[in-house]
C-alpha cells in the first residue's frame, strides 16, 4: 500500500539505533525525507549511510546533539526545511527505587521523556495545522499502560506527556486541519538497550544471558521480542495520508505481553 507520504520531511528524534532507527527507515522506505539525531556521532552518521543506500530519492540530514537540550532541538529543527513528520524519541530513564532518586534525577527524566516532545510539538504543530497535513508519533512505553515497579521515573514522565497529549491532540485547530498525534508503546524489542538491560539483569542474579532471554521472551504470548522493523512500520503507517482520522490514541506493540481486555 502506498501510504502517500513520499516527499514530506520528518524529524525523527534519537534515531541512530533501535526503535528511532527502525522509524526512520520505514519512512524512508516510503520517500520521506528526513532527519535524524543522536549524541553519537559515528553511530549517527552509518545510520545516515544506511537510510541514503535504502533509498537514494530522499535526502537524509543528520544532527549530533542532545534532543533533551534547548541548543539540540534548535538545531534539530534549523536543518528540517519543513516538518510535517515529528517522531518524538529519547533514551530511557534508568532504573532503580524511588527512595534513591534527587530532584536533579526526576528532572532530567522530565526533561528526556516529558519537556522534549512537547516542547517539539510546540515548535511544530501550527505550521502543520497551516499546511493542513502533520504526524506526530511519540514513542513512550507499554509502562504507561502498566507500570514497571523499577522503572517509575519512565512511568512518571511518560505518563505526565501522555495526559498532555490526549488533550491537546482533541484540539480542532489540530484534528480539524488534519494533524494527528498519537503515542506508540513499545513492550519488549530487540534493541541495544534490551540487550544491556538483560546483561545487567543477568549480572546481577548469576544467571546465564541465555536463560535469562529465553525466559522473558517465553514470558510474552508471541514468544519473542518485537524488531525495530516492525515498530518502524506501524509508525509509517501512523504517519500515512490514509491514518488522519486516527488521534490521541496509544498503540501498544507488545506480542501481546499486556494481559488486559482493552
Ligand atoms: P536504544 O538505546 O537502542 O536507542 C536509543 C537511540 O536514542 C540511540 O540512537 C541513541 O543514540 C539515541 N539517544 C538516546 N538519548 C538521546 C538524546 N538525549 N538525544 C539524542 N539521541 C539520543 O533504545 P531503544 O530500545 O530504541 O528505545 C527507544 C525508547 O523506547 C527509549 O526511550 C526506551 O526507554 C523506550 N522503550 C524501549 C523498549 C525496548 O524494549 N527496546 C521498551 C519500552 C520503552
Redesign the pocket.
Known sequence: MDLGIAGRWALV?????????GCAEALVGEGVHVVI????EE??QAQAERLRALNPAVQVRSVV????TEA?RAAALAACPQVDILVN?????PPGDFRDWDRAAWLAALE??MLTPIELIKATVDGMAQRGFGRVVN?????VKAPIDVLGL?NGARSGLTGFVAGLARQPRLAGRNVTINNL??????????G?TLAAGAAKSGQPLDELRARRMAAIPAQR??S?AEFGALCAMLCSAQAGYLTGQNILLDGGAYPGTF
Open positions: 528524534c534519537a534515531a541512530s539505533k533501535g526503535l528511532g532507527a539525531t543522536a549524541r553519537g553511530a549517527l546533539g542532545d534532543i533533551a539540540g524519541n529519547a533514551g530511557g530513564p528526556a521523556n514513542i513512550t512505553s507499554g509502562a519512565s508503546l513499545p513492550g519488549a524489542f530487540d534493541t541495544e538497550r534490551l544491556k521480542f518485537g525495530a
